[in-house]
């Protein structure tokens, strides 16, 4: 399974040409517009955008897809979850793909 994490101030349809490619190739690929983008639930209050939150989000689509482990391609503000979420959860992560954003490490040493 690929799960596409989308960038800011995108939405899923972003993926929609991945989406049909890797489809094409046999992929099961899901791409849902992320917490407070789209037609998604956009609670109130900066709490419910922390990175944690954003993860367990993560966490509970893989969990519904049934996959023990994906493919995860992202990109931009998708990506630092990605990078984020792979890092905690190394057994539920097949491949990481990330566009366009470097690994986290270097933005907390600036």
């Known amino acids: 399974m690929i799960l596409c994490l989308h960038g800011w101030p995108e939405h899923s349809i972003t993926w929609r040409f991945q989406m049909s490619h ?5 992929y099961r690929v ?5 917490r407070g983008y ?11 955008y922390q990175i944690e939150v954003l993860m367990e989000d993560v966490s509970e689509m ?3 897809s049934g996959a023990k482990e994906i493919i995860l391609l992202s990109h931009d ?23 366009n954003v470097p690994h986290p490490g270097p933005f907390l040493i600036a």
Do not use: Q, T, V
């Not at 890797?22 to 046999?26: D, E, I, T």
């Not at 789209?38 to 419910?48: H, I, L, Q, R, Y």
């Not at 990506?79 to 566009?99: D, G, Q, S, T, V």
């Open 30 to 34: 899901w791409a849902p517009n992320l």
């Open 62 to 64: 893989i969990e519904a």
């Open 38 to 48: 789209g037609n998604s639930d956009a609670p109130k209050g900066m709490k419910n």
């Open 77 to 99: 503000w998708g990506a630092m979850i990605a990078w984020h979420f792979a890092m905690r959860y190394p057994n539920k992560i097949e491949r990481l793909i990330i566009c």
């Open 22 to 26: 890797f489809a094409n190739l046999g």
